[in-house]
């Protein structure tokens, strides 16, 4: 058990420090992501009703959200959001986690079970999920930044957006160098939400314990932890490919793996 400090202020304004524990960090091995999808599926197979009808709901969001951004013309900031996906994916998830949870426990799940797992340590949880919100705000800053300096300020239509970000020079290099800003914002908010999360849900913690949990058991599989990592986006980008359709599968499929992930690397000793 490794203990870290941080400070905090009482009542009367007197800075005190707090002590927490972060738990014993487990080194798994390289093939342990195969396992947990394989665990995932079994839950998958055993709640097919709650695990689909909770992947349909984040696809009906989604085609909402396309179709609302189309409406005004904003069609552009499709782009940067379908990538953001994947840093909003971790708290998206917080309902499967239960479910797994739950099956652990030798219960049967429920979609209220699911949908009511964000009122478990609310406020941590909420506390993060604010994080994965400015992250993704700042993502999408980011991201219409490198679009206005390789295509200038003017908002393209739909059709000229496909054509010149997918078929020429200079769209196929802003592809390049978005796709390597984002994918540090994302490992950044892979090694702080792999874990934390599950763990804000399954224990009585605190943000900083959970996300000092979570860094330290990533950086000590980083191998096993990147290839999970990969795994996840194959999956999320194969989802996002079949016009979200596939995300009904993918995403029960990943919240289940990854609360078998955040089991095994996270010891309840």
Do not use: C
């Not at 798994?28 to 709640?47: H, I, K, M, Q, T």
């Amino acid at each position: 058990m490794t203990y870290a400090n941080h400070r905090d202020t009482d009542p009367d304004h007197t800075s005190v420090t707090k002590v927490f524990a972060i738990p014993h960090i487990r080194r798994v091995g390289l093939d342990r992501p195969w396992v947990w999808l394989s665990e995932g599926w079994n839950d998958f197979s055993r709640a097919p009703v709650v695990s689909l009808s909770y992947g349909l709901a984040l696809v009906a969001v989604s085609y909402m959200l396309v179709l609302g951004l189309s409406s005004i013309g904003l069609f552009y900031l499709v782009l940067p959001l379908v990538a953001g996906f994947m840093l909003m994916g971790p708290i998206v998830a917080v309902g499967l986690y239960e479910v797994s949870r739950l099956h652990s426990l030798g219960r049967e799940a429920r979609l209220s079970d699911a949908f009511g797992a964000f009122s478990r340590n609310a406020g941590q949880i909420s506390a993060i999920g604010l994080v994965l919100m400015l992250m993704l705000l700042f993502w999408v800053r980011v991201a219409l930044l490198v679009f206005a300096l390789f295509f200038s300020y003017q908002p393209p239509t739909l059709e000229g957006f496909v054509n010149t970000v997918f078929f020429t020079e200079q769209g196929l290099i802003f592809l390049v160098v978005g796709s390597a800003i984002g994918a540090v914002i994302a490992t950044v908010v892979f090694a702080v939400t792999a874990l934390s999360i599950p763990m804000l849900l399954d224990r009585d913690t605190d943000l900083f314990t959970a996300v000092a949990t979570s860094v330290r058991g990533v950086v000590e599989n980083w191998q096993t932890m990147l290839s999970w990592a990969g795994l996840i986006v194959l999956f999320t980008a194969a989802g996002l490919a079949t016009a979200f359709i596939g995300l009904a599968l993918a995403l029960p499929l990943i919240g289940y793996a990854s609360w078998y992930a955040y089991k095994e690397i996270v010891s309840n000793e």
